[in-house]
């Protein structure tokens, strides 16, 4: 157990559905980020928290958002989904902004779209 | 775009043997760490070297930085059937204003 907690462990769902993912990120830890992993594309940044204020974006598309909460956890929505959007959808998170202290990983969330 | 790339992609030795994989990146950085990944799992931190570190060793780990070429390798020597992952790099990119950018993997197979 790493300490970073990701519900569901699987989903599967429909196109044009929306899912929430959530993670609690370790005890401490003040940052999280999200990730996407697909066959064909790695490991994708999606955007970043630090202590509940948005800190860094990266290639998150218009139907996604996120939000992190006062009690530190976060969650992803996913809306309007395509088959496309199946992946694994993982959450990090660290102590520090910058991550340079290294990430801890949930285990992540298995979407599936059909 | 993914910003270090590793080579090889996929990686087949035998048991004992020592395995080495490369990653190269593009912009100026902090830090670069490596990360494990078993089959479908979430990554594991497992070293992480700075800008100004040339090699840094972590038990059977061994990982060294060239900044001016803009590359890193990750040796694992005496290799284990435990050790059959995927490896990826990532980078702390200096300005500390992105995410850690990932490499896209190298498979390790590490037969018995």
């Given at each position: 157990d790493s300490g970073v907690t990701q519900t569901p462990k699987h989903l599967i769902t429909a196109t044009g559905q929306r899912v929430t993912l959530r993670c609690s990120p370790r005890s401490g830890d003040l940052s999280v980020y999200w990730y996407q992993q697909s066959l064909d594309q790695g490991l994708q940044f999606l955007i970043q928290y630090y202590n509940g204020e948005e800190r860094a974006k990266g290639n998150?598309?218009?139907?996604f958002s996120a939000q992190q909460f006062p009690d530190l956890h976060s969650e992803l929505n996913l809306s309007?989904?395509?088959?496309?959007?199946s992946a694994l959808y993982f959450c990090a998170s660290s102590?520090?902004?910058?991550g340079w202290d290294g990430y801890t990983f949930g285990s992540g969330t298995r979407l599936t779209v059909v | 775009s993914q910003q270090g790339e590793e080579d090889p992609q996929a990686l087949s030795i035998q048991e004992g043997e020592n395995a080495t994989m490369n990653c190269s990146y593009k912009t100026s950085i902090n830090n670069l760490q490596w990360y494990r990944q078993n089959s479908g799992r979430g990554l594991v931190h497992l070293i992480l070297i700075r800008s100004n570190e040339r090699e840094k060793h972590s038990g059977r780990l061994r990982v060294t930085l060239d900044t001016s070429k803009k590359s890193s390798s990750l040796l694992i020597t005496?290799?284990?059937?435990?050790?059959t992952a995927s490896y990826f790099c990532a980078t702390g990119e200096d300005?500390?204003?992105?995410a850690l950018t990932f490499g896209s993997g190298t498979r390790l197979q590490v037969q018995p």
């Open positions: 998150i598309l218009e139907r309007s989904l395509e088959l496309g959007d102590p520090s902004p910058t | 005496a290799s284990r059937a435990a050790d300005t500390g204003r992105r």
